[in-house]
């Protein structure tokens, strides 16, 4: 039994007015006028931050509804009606819309207040809050959607503001050139969204076109046609949410200024594939292969971008390859129908992640934008809040004991041993130390040791409050997060997890006690061998290594860009040009020079009679009216 809410569209419809009273601005400057940079700020950050208070306010009604009755729908009205299929444009709030909305307008509200700081003096500046505020509106309407069509909408909105705000800074061809990577890899995995819903629609959407009347229609849908759905379905989300093979787009991603990859990382576009797989988990229970094949595409990207960080030397790109891996580990988890725990993982995912982008922006921003690891070192000293909370990220991220990462990652690979999938349970301890590494081996040559160059780090200096401020209040999240959901084994009762049951179809395994003791004391191994070793290595005496052989390979991403380039993109380059060559001059220029040519021979012809001379004018009247005259008689027969 559903409730009706009025407010559920002011949510996004907040940061899209803000967007576009932003936009409207930013064009009033480019022809003159002037705007002050606070103005511009305050603004963008009013919607986000009115939106956190009805996201708080979703959660709470819904709390004091009954366990089973916890739906909040609005349906604004008819928006599609085709034959059978009948759309219209509502929005559904339910416990796991409502836990995404909290971390999605608390998060994106503090990376817009950080924003201020990091842009402050950009020529740009209301373009950026104003797609800033599109980004965030986009993703509160894939989160708010009652159905999958209106999630397309916002599925499709967050491809072109990654596109627009990647390629922000766009007098650099390069960051053009990553733009629109993002946006062409992102097309082809939408295409895969589209025919999911496309054969849904054909299997079982005559009878409702929303989530609940899916729902209750799934058990009708035929298993050939219903594994088809789900793995079309995840190709959309291998693209929005960077896994094998379209995860190519998401290093590249980090073009844009630094609060875009955090808002892209942490809580918008990469998380949409996780949730899209969970809301349709009615779906995916039903087909145990798809989940068996996502699953194995999680822990195997998982796995490709931890050895990738390893060896990268650009601070983001670092970031940026653990968001990937780290999304493997959320994909294993709802391929193993442990929606919960995926999801949870997102949750606190957000907390970290976002925290360390913004560290890593506030690093950027101290030395004047570099961002090699190996020109930093020893910044500790000058920037000390940056660096104590970009430890505790770094512990969140690692999966340090009793901080958040450690609590959902272990929860993933507990359901993973818990599911009998020890292999997968391996490869993701594997990838914990990996994780615990390559984190670490960042954090500690950017901050200790000796300057590697010291004209930038005499120039170092703390950011902002304006950039701090939310640095500090992120990172009591990446450190308590992770209570929310605390196992039995410490005493916990898996709030979240519970939390989330009326909206996720899964089946939670009795909890054992040897397989909570080996998930935990196998993550707690993970993660000190990590430390030690990137320890042991760059502690105290960071030096640049040089990288050969498999080494150089890997820190190379195994030329997997280019082996793409020479299999998908120069082919079709070809073939394109070889098309062109054909449809343009005899499909497309062919006619229209062909009429060219006729008015330009009949305008010849008829030059023939334009001599000039009056006398030949006058014969030329007098044969007209002769002729004229002759029809005439002819016509009337006199």
Known sequence: MEQSTPYLGFIPLLPLAGALVLGLMHIATCQGKRIPDKLYGILGCIGPFIALILAVKVFFELKALDEGKRVLLQRVYNWIEVGDLKISMGFLADPLSSLMLLFVTFVGFLIHLYSIGYMAGDKNFGKFFAYLNLFLA????????????????????????SYLLISFYSEDPANVVAGNKAFIVNRIGDLGFV??????????????FDYISLEASATNLNPTLGLTVCLLLFVGATGKSAQIPLYVWLPDAMAGPTPVSALIHAATMVTAGVYMIARFSFLYVQVPLAGEIIAWVGILTALLAAIFGM????????????????????????????????????????????LLFLGAGSVIHALHHEQDIWKMGGLKKKLPVTYWTMLFGALALAGCPLFSGFFSKDEILYSALAHGHGAIWFIGLIVAGITAYYTFRMFFVVFHGKPADQSLYDKAHESPPVMTVPLVILAVGAVFAGFLNLPHLFGGHLMVSH?????????????????????????????????????????TKAQEPVYRGFHKFAENKFMVDELFGALIVTPYRYLSQGISRIIEPWVTDGPLKSMALLYRLSGLAFKVFQVGLVRVYAIYMVLGLSIMSFLLIKTLNL
């Open 138 to 161: 986009s993703m509160l309407l894939l989160v708010l959607g009652d159905g999958p069509v209106v999630m397309f909408v916002g599925w499709e909105g967050v491809g072109l503001c």
């Open 195 to 208: 025919l999911g819903i496309s054969f849904l629609f054909w299997g079982i959407g005559a009878d409702g």
């Open 311 to 354: 060896y990268q030397r650009d601070i983001k790109k670092i970031l940026a390859y653990s968001t990937v891996s780290q999304l493997g580990y959320m994909f294993a988890a709802v391929g193993l129908t442990a929606y919960s725990a995926g999801i949870f993982h997102v949750f606190t995912h957000a907390f970290f992640k976002a």
């Open 499 to 539: 939390w989330l049951s009326p909206s996720l179809v899964e089946h939670h395994p009795d909890p054992t006690l040897a397989l909570e003791l080996l998930a935990v004391g196998g993550s707690i191994v993970a993660f000190v061998i990590g430390v030690s070793i990137a320890y042991r290595k760059f502690g």
